[in-house]
């Protein structure tokens, strides 16, 4: 179904017509809090190297997300999507992407907000391929101004849910390929984390904020405080907790230590935890990390 979208979205609206788009109905917020006035309707254009999504709101506002955040457009082979940073906080990431469900293959319009690695939002709402609707100004996606900066030094959090589901009978798990990283869904306690597959670190690291809510929820107990050496070989002064369970697709780790980093540093899951599961391959071909 994800060929299905890519191949109706190329010839039926983002690569076919300058005038084509996705008008997207009420979106469902099943993570995080929709607030007051949720949102209505969206359109959606995306042109190779540039996008445009709007959200009309039930009190009639227009909230345009190139206002918002600095979009970069990540779509490729496997997906059609934008990630950016919010302007007015440099901790918060979002994805955009546009999808297929696995039954029908309508199109869909899915947005994920991190702060710091943590998934705190998650949207969706199902769409139409149409012409934009009366109320929106409908935007020149053939010619625009694109709003779009080279990719930051650290990657961009973005969902497991864009990567391949696991083949029938198959032990392994959805990663994002960001070409020179690779990342992770990892539930820690009941918090669900995006981490970066480590190949040099030796220890798992997640943000204090993490650290926080799990300790806070019986999720996780603050260790001996101890000495962190960095990739570049300097040594600094860190906590440590221990959390109690650690969820990898279906297998669960018990009393995985993970050494606490401030918020702007990024979530590392490491090889040696991964062992700890068993003999694992990363396919980046299919974006799979699979076990066994």
């Given at each position: 179904?994800?060929?299905?979208?890519?191949?109706?979205?190329?010839?039926?609206?983002?690569?076919?017509?300058?005038?084509?788009?996705?008008?997207?109905?009420?979106?469902?917020?099943?993570?995080?809090?929709?607030?007051?006035?949720?949102?209505?309707?969206?359109?959606?254009?995306?042109?190779?190297?540039?996008?445009?999504i709007k959200h009309t709101l039930a009190n009639g506002e227009v909230i345009?997300?190139?206002?918002?955040?600095?979009?970069?457009?990540?779509?490729?082979?496997?997906?059609?999507?934008?990630?950016?940073?919010?302007?007015?906080?440099?901790?918060m990431t979002m994805v955009g992407e546009s999808l297929a469900l696995t039954?029908?293959?309508?199109?869909?319009?899915?947005?994920?907000?991190?702060?710091?690695?943590?998934?705190?939002?998650?949207?969706?709402?199902?769409?139409?391929?149409?012409?934009?609707?009366?109320?929106?100004?409908?935007?020149?996606?053939?010619?625009?101004?694109?709003?779009?900066?080279?990719?930051?030094?650290?990657?961009?959090?973005?969902?497991?849910?864009?990567?391949?589901?696991?083949?029938?009978?198959?032990?392994?798990?959805?990663?994002?390929?960001?070409?020179?990283?690779?990342?992770?869904?990892?539930?820690?306690?009941?918090?669900?984390?995006?981490?970066?597959?480590?190949?040099?670190?030796?220890?798992?690291?997640?943000?204090?904020?993490?650290?926080?809510?799990?300790?806070?929820?019986?999720?996780?107990?603050?260790?001996?405080?101890?000495?962190?050496?960095?990739?570049?070989?300097?040594?600094?002064?860190?906590?440590?907790?221990?959390?109690?369970?650690?969820?990898?697709?279906?297998?669960?780790?018990?009393?995985?230590?993970?050494?606490?980093?401030?918020?702007?540093?990024?979530?590392?899951?490491?090889?040696?935890?991964?062992?700890?599961?068993?003999?694992?391959?990363?396919?980046?071909?299919?974006?799979?990390?699979i076990f066994g």
């Amino acid at each position: 179904m994800k060929k299905y979208l890519l191949a109706a979205v190329a010839a039926l609206a983002f690569g076919g017509s300058a005038n084509a788009a996705l008008n997207c109905g009420p979106a469902r917020v099943d993570v995080g809090n929709p607030g007051r006035d949720g949102v209505v309707s969206t359109y959606v254009a995306h042109d190779p190297g540039a996008w445009v999504i709007k959200h009309t709101l039930a009190n009639g506002e227009v909230i345009d997300r190139s206002l918002q955040y600095v979009i970069t457009d990540y779509s490729g082979g496997n997906a059609i999507q934008w990630r950016g940073t919010l302007m007015r906080n440099p901790a918060m990431t979002m994805v955009g992407e546009s999808l297929a469900l696995t039954a029908t293959g309508q199109p869909t319009y899915n947005e994920w907000l991190y702060k710091n690695g943590q998934l705190i939002m998650h949207s969706v709402a199902l769409c139409q391929f149409d012409r934009p609707p009366a109320y929106v100004q409908p935007p020149s996606v053939s010619a625009p101004t694109p709003r779009v900066v080279a990719p930051v030094a650290t990657p961009v959090s973005a969902p497991v849910a864009s990567a391949a589901a696991p083949a029938r009978g198959e032990d392994s798990v959805g990663i994002v390929n960001l070409g020179k990283a690779a990342l992770a869904q990892v539930t820690l306690g009941a918090e669900p984390v995006v981490m970066q597959i480590d190949t040099g670190a030796s220890d798992m690291l997640i943000t204090e904020s993490v650290a926080k809510t799990l300790t806070e929820n019986g999720e996780a107990d603050w260790s001996t405080d101890t000495t962190y050496q960095t990739a570049d070989g300097h040594s600094a002064a860190t906590r440590q907790v221990t959390i109690h369970d650690v969820r990898i697709g279906s297998h669960v780790l018990h009393n995985v230590v993970a050494f606490v980093a401030a918020d702007n540093a990024y979530p590392l899951l490491p090889f040696s935890v991964l062992n700890q599961v068993g003999r694992f391959t990363i396919d980046t071909a299919n974006n799979k990390l699979i076990f066994g």
